[in-house]
């Protein structure tokens, strides 16, 4: 249901009825990675909350990662506004909106994944009682429990702060995800052709953040050396946008090279996705939600760096490694600090080598081969992939 949908009434309940189950909403974005780092929060959400009906309000990019977690009882799917030539007067008729609808759905608690000012103020004008987030964007007093927003901590357990900042005990966090038995039949059928006893090596090169690129050429390289060194095929899978940066790197690959690599944009859709990464030995990524996703299925992932940080962002609990610079500007209002397992300061992408991606690789494979089979990764039914 669209959030502008108009709710049939509730039908009077009779007085000696059980009394509803609490309601909650959950406010996220849709990026890929911030949805997939918040699942360990909404496992403990529902832990805490066994008979409350959950509900999660998300862009519809990050709708899709959500469709078979069991810990949610709907996901509601936020559309994206219109472009309008009175903005300011545009956002407050569709905020006003979207609110009243909320409020229709009588939420006893608001989580805010989401950390924009304007999501603290749609659940404070939907009346909702008990408001939890971080305090960011000058928001805390649109909420009921503003949580301190740590620098370089990372964003699953930050998500999960928020319940520890409302009391409530949270396991350690590990990452979780799930496939469908029919999602794991359609990769199946693509990888048909594919050798089973090659590695297999899934790249993730492009981002909606340009500043975040590796060059073509570097990454052509990589596979060039996986390809010949260790036998392996590579594989592309995104979104139309990502298809031209694909068709760049392997346009740099000599043909022997080429019939190694096989983009799969086209044949898999993003809730799908986890069945493909799930059957990889290694992910290799720039720091995009593609990795994360890899990493929630227990996949070993190495992450290129650049302008985000990696304290932040770094592989979830599974065997990872993070790439970057040494060299590098400190940050607007950022300082070197010794407490960080990485430096905070921002660094380029362009000072990433070759050489350094390429023994990451080397040092995550054998671990990947000693490790799980990529089939056996892959669950049967709705169950925990990691």
């Known amino acids: 249901m669209s959030p502008h949908a108009t709710p049939s009434p509730a039908p009077a309940r009779p007085a000696d009825a059980a009394p509803a189950a609490e309601r909650i909403l959950v406010l996220g974005n849709g990026f890929l990675g911030d949805t997939v780092l918040g699942i360990p929060f909404l496992r403990n959400l529902r832990h805490r909350f066994p008979a409350a009906v959950i509900e999660v309000l998300i862009e519809a990019a990050g709708a899709p990662l959500l469709a078979d977690c069991p810990y949610v009882d709907a996901v509601l799917v936020r559309p994206r506004p219109a472009r309008s030539r009175w903005p300011v007067a545009s956002f407050f008729r569709r905020i006003a909106a979207e609110a009243a609808w909320l409020r229709s759905r009588d939420y006893a608690r608001a989580y805010l994944l989401k950390r924009s000012f304007s999501s603290a103020l749609l659940v404070r004008l939907a009346r909702i009682p008990w408001r939890v987030g971080h305090a960011t964007e000058g928001r805390g007093w649109l909420l009921s429990r503003a949580v301190p927003d740590r620098r370089g901590r990372h964003r699953a357990e930050s998500c999960l702060d928020l319940l520890r900042d409302d009391g409530f005990e949270v396991d350690d966090g590990r990452p979780e995800n799930w496939v469908r038995p029919a999602d794991a039949a359609a990769v199946d059928a693509l990888l048909a052709d594919v050798p089973a006893t090659a590695p297999r090596v899934f790249f993730a090169v492009r981002s909606t953040n340009r500043d975040k690129h590796w060059p073509a ?3 052509a390289r990589v596979a060039r050396w996986l390809a010949a060194e260790r036998g392996c095929d590579i594989f592309f899978c995104g979104g139309p946008d990502d298809g031209p940066l694909h068709a760049e790197i392997i346009a740099h690959l000599d043909p022997r090279t080429a019939r190694r690599v096989h983009d799969l944009s086209a044949d898999v859709p993003l809730r799908g996705v986890g069945a493909l990464v799930a059957r990889m030995d290694l992910c ?16 070993p992932v190495a992450v290129l760096f650049g ?16 790439i970057r610079a040494d060299r590098g500007e400190p940050a607007v209002g950022r300082r070197a600090d010794a407490a960080f397992r990485w430096p905070t300061r921002a660094a380029s992408m362009l000072d990433i080598g070759v050489d350094e991606v390429i023994a990451s690789a080397s040092r995550l494979l054998p671990a990947a081969r000693r490790g799980m089979a990529p089939e056996n990764r892959v669950a049967t039914g709705l169950q925990p992939a990691g």
């Open 217 to 219: 050429e570097r990454w």
């Open 307 to 322: 302008p985000t940080d990696p304290n932040e962002w770094h592989p979830w609990k599974t065997p990872g490694e993070v």
């Open 284 to 299: 290799l990524g720039i720091d995009t939600g593609l990795p994360h996703i890899a990493a929630s299925h227990g996949v």
